[in-house]
Antibody, heavy 120, light 106 residues
Framework: QITLKESGPTLVKPTQTLTLTCTFS??????????VGWIRQPPGKALEWLALIYWNDDKRYSPSLKSRLTITKDTSKNQVVLTMTNMDPVDTATYYC????????????WGQGTLVTVSS | DIQMTQSPSTLSASVGDRVTITCRAS??????LAWYQQKPGKAPKLLIYKASSLESGVPSRFSGSGSGTEFTLTISSLQPDDFATYYCQQYNSYWTFGQGTKVEIK
């Protein structure tokens, strides 16, 4: 059974750097074709894809946020970490991590999400 | 960037109604389109992938069609559990979601 869970601060100040960790089980990020992505959703708004890392350490970033994002993986710990620099109140959102299925080519298993508020 | 545009933004319907949601891509995405259902406070649930393939366990009243730039999600007979927000998502080039369609009770 595949599960994912996001963790990190619930409150960050403007200009600070956000670091979120996705801890997963039920699959290995060293298996060919596997990927883990991050998606966010501001309150009452639409989903927005942020970044994805593949089993081979290939990384993809949203073009509009690429300069602020870094995604890394620790295969031994079954974790994926997302950092986002220069946080702003508009970055207030629920942040989800999700498993990219190599057959479906998109996200099937999602974490429960973690709400991050940006405020001074 | 590929933009996804859904219509309508909100849809009021009754139980038993046939419901159709449209999604347009700003450029051709072949059939690399998925539909998700999301309920308040929950993560999205995958309903359909590859434009028309029903994910296992999803009721057959849900169907998807289209290719290229025009896609539709149809619910043949709306059930109480179907009142939710629906998102299309392209995965031809990275991943992009539409702005969502809220299906509410009429």
């Amino acid at each position: 059974q595949i599960t994912l869970k996001e963790s990190g601060p619930t409150l960050v100040k403007p200009t600070q750097t956000l670091t979120l960790t996705c801890t997963f089980s039920g699959f290995s990020l060293s298996t060919s074709g596997v990927g883990v992505g991050w998606i966010r959703q501001p309150p009452g708004k639409a989903l927005e894809w942020l970044a994805l890392i593949y089993w081979n350490d290939d990384k993809r970033y949203s073009p509009s946020l690429k300069s602020r994002l870094t995604i890394t993986k620790d295969t031994s710990k079954n974790q994926v970490v997302l950092t986002m620099t220069n946080m702003d109140p508009v970055d207030t959102a629920t942040y989800y991590c999700a498993h990219r299925d190599d057959h479906l080519l998109t996200f099937y298993y999602w974490g429960q999400g973690t709400l991050v508020t940006v405020s001074s | 960037d590929i933009q996804m545009t859904q219509s309508p933004s909100t849809l009021s319907a009754s139980v038993g109604d046939r419901v159709t949601i449209t999604c347009r891509a700003s450029q051709s995405i072949s059939s690399f389109l998925a539909w998700y259902q999301q309920k308040p406070g929950k993560a999205p649930k995958l309903l359909i992938y590859k434009a028309s393939s029903l994910e296992s366990g999803v009721p057959s009243r849900f169907s998807g069609s289209g290719s290229g730039t025009e896609f539709t999600l149809t619910i043949s007979s709306l059930q109480p559990d179907d009142f939710a927000t629906y998102y299309c998502q392209q995965y031809n080039s990275y991943w992009t979601f539409g702005q969502g369609t809220k299906v509410e009770i009429k």
